[in-house]
């Protein structure tokens, strides 16, 4: 915040030209002011550059959630489309075809990101869509529909990390976690999207072919676009490409109608590079894969970012979110209600509403403290749905009372989910260095899709043999379990810059560390408002009003 208050005010007639001119007109006062205030380039709002590439960049997200989400609604639209009525058997294999697809994306996306960089992979994810896509929506046999669907699977893998990783690289520290969510919010507005258009296209003859050929559309957008954006700074850095990485510093960091002062923009590079001091530009692929995975299975810190971000991920589809995503229009049907489709579009509408909530809480609160707060919440959920499952008459009708419990607190753990698991674990790229975060980030994608794949594919089987109340009992076990790995290994992560967090992995989990350090870069930035306004603050409460008040003018 100060950097681009103090930059707009002392640099106001400087243009966002070329590097030469702003290093000719450059203030230096200003800019040694702001050094020696210790303000970093971190400090600054994201300029509408950062806001293009991220909306951009989740159109991935918005192809993530809506791959995920048409498919129930086009499985009951297919009829005998792909030749006969499609069995149990068919059904699952369509479905689970995408979910193998984004397990094998997301275990090569990470390696193809550090050796092609992350904008050749975002274009190679947009390709896998749109093949699969057409395959898909001109299938005639249930073979080439499952073919089309693994193909997308895999862009839908590859994507998933692709964007939040691509994201956080480019995104100022303080906004980091706020920008990787709209990423999600994209998820699941896409998952709402194709959940409306499937309920509009149910009775349409062959409506279920325009659901699937629909996702061409956004896929070819970001495609064309992308072609014209940039790397991002980090993985320039690490190929030795520090022109171009101080090109895109400029442009991703300048205030907005500013430019960034030269001195930041140095800075940001030498503390990129030495982060990357045992990277070297002239090795081959192979040379630099086999340096990661030493670097990641030998190296203390780097393991305990493995662990982190694959607990998280683990988490977040063991607790069972997506066989209500998948299957909510036959649990509700089971439990007596007439239009299941809608209600089911209620579930999805809930996770996208509260994925707004953790957008707002996300860098304010941390992301420790929200998904401590929230699992519980998620738990008691489960255990009280599970109990009203119990209770509940086999011929109950949607108007039953325990029937409307489970309804009110199926929605209660859905929005407990979306304001913290659902959207933490896609953090994930901030846990790793430069040299492993391609793999690392792969581990946890892969773990997220195996999760996924175990979940959607043995749902249903858990729900005849060990009955509603006994699944949804074991969620809340696990999600019991996911809390205590949380409260023992997550550290805080908001306000950090990505090179501070994997300094505190060194020594250990570095619980008590982070938040001390995460409470710290909060206060100066408070302080730093404060001395703005001229405000003194004394008291806790005023830290608390400034704390508002600054929140407020961001
Ligand atoms: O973060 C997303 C989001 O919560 C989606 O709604 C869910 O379907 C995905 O599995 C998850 O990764």
Redesign the pocket.
Known sequence: MTAELELESKTASQQFSSSKSSSENFDQSAVDHEVAAGVDIESGRPNPFVFLLTILVSFSGFLF?YD?GYISGALTSIGIDLGHELSDGDESFITSATSLGALLGGIIAGTLADVLGRKWVTLGANTLFIVGAIIQAAAHTVWTMIAGRFVMGWGVGIA?LIAPLYISEMAPSRFRGRLVILN?LA??GG?VIAYAIGAGLEDVGNGWRVLVGLSIVPATVQMVMFIFMPETPRFLVSRGRIDEAKRVIRWVYSPRHQIVSESLVEKKVKLLEIYNNDQHPEWTKIQRFRYSLRQLLLVPENMRAVIIACMLQGI??FSG??SL?YFSSSLFAVVGFDHSTAVSLIVAGT?MVF?ILAFILIDRVGRRRILLCTIPGMAISLVVAAIAFHYLPSDATGADPWAIVILLFMMCYVAF??SGI??V??QQSELFSMQVRGLGTSLATAT?WAG?LTISSTYLTMMKNITPSGTFGLFAGLCMLGWLGVFLMYPETAYLTLEDIQGFLKSGFGIKKSQAMSREQRQKHIAAWAKKEGVEIVEAEHVAYADSAVEKQL
Do not use: D
Request: proline letters at 5%; a neutral charge; aromatic letters at 14%.
């Open positions: 959630g995920t998933s999600v998820i699941t998952q977040q589809q979110f997506n995503m996770n994925t989910y979306a659902g959207n674990p896609w997220n996924n």
